[in-house]
């Protein structure tokens, strides 16, 4: 079984930036590629970003390119999220999700999944 624990929301004006945190915890924890997924009221939920299991391949979202980053350490069991030039648009509940599956990063399927944390981006 595999815990994941998201961190790092909050509220940001516009243009400013966030860093999320997901914490893995649980069995082979290393081995799981690390996606990102959004869901903004009234919306379904959307993929942001994914990280393969050794970091050695990223996947964005075009509407984050650019301003995203997302990136891990497997010594901490720890994904990140680096938001830069946030905008209303950002704003939404970010989703931690982990896999141990073939490096699908939009699609996954993802076993795993955090409780969320929000991110608020005021004009």
């Known amino acids: 079984q595999v815990q994941l624990g998201e961190s790092g929301g909050g509220l940001v004006q516009a243009g400013g930036s966030l860093r999320l945190s997901c914490v893995v915890s649980?069995?082979?924890?290393?081995?799981?590629?690390l996606g990102w997924f959004r869901r903004s009221p009234g919306k379904d939920r959307e993929f942001v970003a994914a990280?393969?299991?050794?970091?050695?391949?990223?996947y964005y979202a075009e509407s984050v390119k650019g301003r995203f980053t997302i990136s891990r350490d497997n010594t901490k069991n720890t994904g990140y999220l680096q938001m830069n030039g946030l905008t209303t648009e950002d704003t939404a509940v970010y989703y931690c999700?982990?896999?141990?599956?073939?490096?699908?990063?939009?699609?996954?399927?993802?076993?795993?999944w955090g409780q969320g944390t929000q991110v608020t981006v005021s004009s």
């Open positions: 999700a982990a896999t141990a599956a073939i490096w699908r990063p939009v699609t996954g399927p993802y076993d795993y």
């Open positions: 649980g069995r082979a924890n290393r081995n799981y590629h």
């Open positions: 990280v393969m299991w050794d970091g050695g391949s990223t």
